[in-house]
């Protein structure tokens, strides 16, 4: 497959693997590394030997979130969402393997794929309100998958929970061992790969009609262009 400069993107018939490949940052999330996801879920869409997609991280982390690193004027592309929704809307099962950190952006990546499988020492978080961000990709998901109350406590909040919390709220479908991470992810995409990838896919799809709507996309990008109108403000005069 292509080779990348932040992400590796490897196939293991019939799956597909794409790993954040920043560790000695924790693997944060730059506009190239989400470039680059965009690019090779695309490749890995169009190919029909790959039948389900894990998406992992390199070294001690999932993903620490967003690299606060990122210049100011990669923020409206950063934002723009043109990566979540292709990952949303892969027709292919989608299956997050996290350890360590996954938080902020990468627990959105997490929470936008179709399936979760926990390292025993992961910590989960949505911690956008921390650095004057919105965690837009869990404002549609998260309430149908924990339901609305439990939603606001973690986005409000910023807590973050261990893997067995996240399970025990239906966050996470499978909780592991460190060693066996990529075992147990390897063999949930084995048994959905024996099975018909048109009755998936089109399961897939009736699973997440009315789950994003016009209406949640407008809330996100009104928040966006208040926040980054925000950020891009001179300060003030002492």
Known sequence: MKQYNTILAEKQDPV????????DKLNAMNLEMKNEMFDALSEMEIDNDIRVVILTGAGRAFSAGHDNDEPLENMTDFVSLKEEKLLFTLDKPTIAAVHGYTLGDAMQQALLCDMIVASVNTKLGFIGPKIGAICYGAFTILPAVVGRHRANELLFTCDQISAEEGYQMGLVNKVVPHDDLMPAALEMAGKIAQWSPASIKFSKRA?????????????VNDAWRAILGVLAEPPEDE
């Open 16 to 23: 597909g693997i794409i790993t954040m490949n920043r560790p």
């Open 207 to 219: 699973m997440r009609i009315n789950m994003v709507n016009e209406t949640h996309n407008d809330a």
